[in-house]
């Protein structure tokens, strides 16, 4: 058994029982068949030759367009863009009639192997879920350009395109899985209201947070403010050793140093930051004079402060 497969087996104990036998990709297909499964019913499902009619060789063959994404998104790759072939009703009619049969035939098989679990049975779900899958897949493609075509008439200030895009997808998801052909509708005049109804979804729902939430998020406003605190509590500390080795003269400075230092920088209480000039005119001395000073206790300043609370 495979990791992905032991993955399934775990992680959804109340599916089918696994029959004795099934390994390889066989099991991990039948593991990922739902334990309940709905399909639209159609009158010619009760015909015995309708499998044969829609699944076997002489089958009509319905060509579905690759799909390529509309110029909003993006691709990995640059492709050519050729332009869709819209299927007809008939070939739309037969899409939906083999994805709904192949539900029907699946919907019988898991109800008989819950009775009783057989192996040819799961290789008989195993084959009808691929089916199942397949016809989903061939209606998706035939049909996505329905998505971007009402984004493009939807317009909601607070959502982008991808958003518009996914919600338009599930809905279009929906669709395909509740349409009845037998109505004789296009299934675009059916999955156009259901996705136009998601993004109303959508707009009622961003109106609601709005409401609730009125400012926007701003990643500048969530940016961490520690550096900032740290800074500012090392110059609180700085300011503090200053101040101590000033008022206690920790750094042996004269009376004089001691009073053009406080002059120079402002730390006089009676005074605020003086030039040399300044400084000169108060304590009579030259501009020079002033400065030789002032470096000096500048240097006894600094050594005090690097044997004090820098050195280790």
Known sequence: MTRLAEKLRTEAPERLKVP????????????RIPPDIDCVW??????????????????????????????????????????????????????????NYAR?????????????????????????????????????????????????????PSADYEELASEGNMALLRSITMFDVSRGFKFSTYACQAILKSF???AAKHGRYRRRFPVMFDADMEKSDLIDNRHRQQWD???????????????AMTDMERRILMLRFGLAAETGKMTLAEVGDRVG????????????????????????????
């Open 237 to 251: 500390d700085s300011l503090q050793a200053l101040r101590q080795i000033l008022s206690c003269n920790l750094a």
């Open 42 to 99: 159609h009158p010619s499902f009760g015909d015995p030759d309708t499998a044969q009619r829609l699944f076997g060789p002489d089958a009509r063959h319905v060509q579905v367009s690759a799909w390529s994404c509309p110029p909003e998104i993006p691709e990995d790759c640059a492709a050519e863009r050729a332009r869709p072939v819209k299927l007809t009703m008939v070939q739309e009619a037969v899409l939906f009639l083999r994805y």
């Open 200 to 202: 109303r979804r959508l």
């Open 104 to 156: 029907h035939r699946l919907q019988r098989l898991i109800g008989e192997q819950r009775r009783r679990c057989r192996m040819s049975r799961a290789e008989e779900m195993v084959l009808w879920y691929q089916r199942v899958m397949s016809s989903c897949g061939e209606l998706v493609l035939a049909n996505m350009a329905l998505v971007p075509a009402m984004a493009k008439r939807t317009v909601i």
């Open 20 to 31: 004795q036998g099934l390994t390889g990709e066989v099991l991990e297909v039948y593991l």
């Open 285 to 312: 001395f030259s501009n020079e004079r002033v400065r030789q000073i002032l470096n000096g206790s500048l240097l006894k300043l600094r050594e005090s402060l690097y044997s004090r609370f820098l050195a280790t």
